[in-house]
């Protein structure tokens, strides 16, 4: 698992913001289009992609991308 | 003197969905009401429980799942005729609509819409809904009341389900058969640890219904009047259950 992937796929789930704004250090829910939509579509994408199941609160507690891809790796064991 | 209008002494009414939640307190609550029910579910054990919590005699449990036309028809054949049918059985999955796969859409379509449309079609083909029955499908205000981001499919699913009823209500009347659709808002039970919200954002949801969330029993108690006597006139409506969060 390789975590530029990760962002990649992480600022896909985003219309309005540039992918090139987000990296590993993305402080994510201070971006405007942050919200209970983008969550989910996060939250889906990493089922889909990595088999993975998190929940809102999880992302929540996120700061960064990078924390929600060590959540994702954690998971994924 | 006159029989409570509200009572279901001498009734026989199937339930499915009775294992857990709001289909396990109507099964309960019917059974409190007079009726002798029928409980259907998947899981042997939850069922069991149902049947062992029903008030009087005569209860009988059929473990099977709802999509498999064999053990249905099986079912439907073995029946003693119903007065009542209430379908609780039903399931969702949280996905936004650029995520909803194929999967996500045959599953839940599956059990919330084809199984009560093909139960009913076999207890009338079989002749096993008496005259002046009253059938009830659990539909849901997320299914074109109140949406829900994320629930797509269910939206989709619980809209059609309200849809069909009232067809059926109309091709059923002859017989003075009821068919009625009660949509309830957000009630605490097993659906939603498959919705994947966690405690505090339901918490803050809770916050914006006048009366709170339900209890499965809020949902039964209303069941009950569509099996009874009490609600003879009514056929082909969608009752709205809601703590009044649909006011807000
Ligand atoms: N909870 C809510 O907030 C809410 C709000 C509005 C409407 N509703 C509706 O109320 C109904 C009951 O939901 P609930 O909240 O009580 O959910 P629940 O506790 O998860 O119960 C769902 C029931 O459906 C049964 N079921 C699912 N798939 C089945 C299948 N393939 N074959 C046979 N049985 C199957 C389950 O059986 P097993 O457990 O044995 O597998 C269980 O008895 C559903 O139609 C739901 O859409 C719920």
Not at chain 2, 77 to 102: C, E, Y
Not at chain 2, 122 to 149: C, D, E, R, T, W
Not at chain 2, 187 to 194: E, F, G, I, P, Q
Request: include cysteine; charge should be negative.
């Amino acid at each position: 698992m390789d975590v530029n992937e990760f962002v990649n796929a992480f600022a896909a789930e985003f219309e309005e913001t540039d992918p090139s704004e987000f990296t590993a250090g993305t402080s994510f829910k201070d971006l405007g289009e942050w919200s209970s939509l983008t969550s989910l579509s996060v939250i889906s994408m990493i089922k889909l992609k990595y088999g993975v199941i998190v929940s809102g609160l999880d992302v929540n507690k996120c700061t960064t991308v990078a924390d929600v891809f060590a959540l994702v790796k954690k998971s994924n064991g | 003197m006159d029989k409570n209008p509200f009572s279901l002494t001498g009734r026989h009414v199937l339930v499915t969905g009775a294992s857990s939640g709001i289909g396990r307190a109507i099964a309960v609550e019917s059974s409190r009401a007079g009726a002798r029910v029928t409980v259907l579910g998947r899981d042997q054990n939850r069922l069991a429980q149902t049947l062992s919590a029903l008030e009087g005699d005569g209860h009988e449990m059929n473990a099977l799942d709802l999509n498999h036309a064999d053990a249905l028809e099986r079912m439907v054949l073995g029946l003693d005729g119903v007065d009542g049918v209430v379908h609780a059985a039903g399931i969702t999955r949280t996905a936004p609509a650029k995520f909803i796969s194929q999967d996500d859409f045959q599953e839940i379509m599956s059990v919330n819409v084809q199984a009560p449309m093909e139960l009913t079609r076999q207890l009338l083909q079989h002749k096993k809904i008496n005259k002046a029955a009253s059938l009830v499908f659990i539909s849901s205000v997320v299914g074109g009341i109140m949406p829900y981001k994320g629930q797509g499919v269910y939206a989709a699913s619980k809209g059609a389900l309200s849809a069909y009823a009232k067809v059926l209500a109309l091709e059923l009347s002859a017989r003075k058969i009821r068919a009625n659709s009660i949509s309830p808002a957000m009630v605490r039970t097993r659906l939603l640890d498959s919705v994947n919200i966690d405690a505090a954002t339901l918490d803050a949801d809770e916050q914006r219904y006048p009366l709170g969330y339900g209890t499965p029993e809020d949902v039964a108690w209303a069941a009950v009047y569509l099996l009874s006597d009490a609600s003879r006139w009514m056929t082909g409506s969608n009752l709205v259950i809601d703590g009044g969060v649909t006011l807000t």
